[in-house]
């Protein structure tokens, strides 16, 4: 867990499954990869939560993002509770480098369209984020503001790096931290695996991570 980037008392944690419930079978009724995934549960809107990485993507390019998406566990209760679009997010700390602008933080947030119901109480498929059929994209702050990509005027992915490739003059975006998250909008429970990003995927498994190469 991000510790400064979690509100209020939620859960996200390495575990093994979830399995599909009574009436599931075949390839969705199991976690994708391995045995295991990432676990994640928040109350209600007053909770956030983030797990994630604030090493290892440090300094890359956000321009040359190419694959980002993952496979979730949805439950009819989720669905009741928010929506179909009830679902947790792929989040991206960033330094956006903006000519436009001069902040140097912003978060670069996935919003995933709502899965087919077909779905519920089992995996889902891979869930490919950079493409407009999936969900949309935005900036947190001013950043968000400067470029017309804010969480109430969200953007295609496509449109999102056009307009941070702005030709800023302290160089291109670059990530700062990654992040599995949910909140503060609606109680969650469920889990994540598969995180990819470009040519690696990352197989949550209850003692550990585990990254796994595209070829």
């Not at 939560?49 to 998406?69: C, H, I, K, M, R």
Request: charged share 20%; glycine share 12%; net charge negative.
């Amino acid at each position: 867990m991000i510790t400064r980037n979690t509100i209020g008392s939620p859960v996200a944690d390495l575990r093994d499954g979830p399995y599909g419930s009574y009436d599931k079978t075949g390839t969705y009724a199991r976690p994708p990869y391995g045995q295991g995934s990432l676990g994640i549960e928040v109350a209600d809107n007053t909770e956030k939560v983030d797990f994630g990485n604030e090493v290892d993507f440090y300094g890359d390019s956000v321009l040359g993002l190419q694959n980002v998406g993952f496979r979730v566990f949805q439950t009819h209760e989720n669905v009741m509770a928010g929506g179909p679009g009830n679902l947790p997010n792929i989040r991206f700390e960033i330094d956006p480098n903006l000519t436009s602008n001069a902040t140097n933080y912003s978060t670069l947030v996935w919003v995933p369209s709502a899965i087919d119901s077909m779905y519920e109480n089992q995996w889902s498929p891979y869930i490919e984020a950079t493409s407009s059929a999936n969900g949309s994209w935005y900036l947190t702050g001013a950043a968000g503001t400067a470029i017309s990509c804010t969480s109430s005027l969200p953007c295609t992915w496509a449109l999102i790096k056009s307009r941070l490739d702005d030709g800023g003059s302290s160089g291109r975006p670059t990530i700062l931290s990654v992040a599995v998250g949910k909140g503060r909008d609606n109680a969650w429970v469920g889990a994540v695996d598969g995180l990819r990003i470009d040519r690696t995927i990352y197989d949550f498994e209850a003692d550990g991570v585990n990254a796994r190469r595209v070829n």
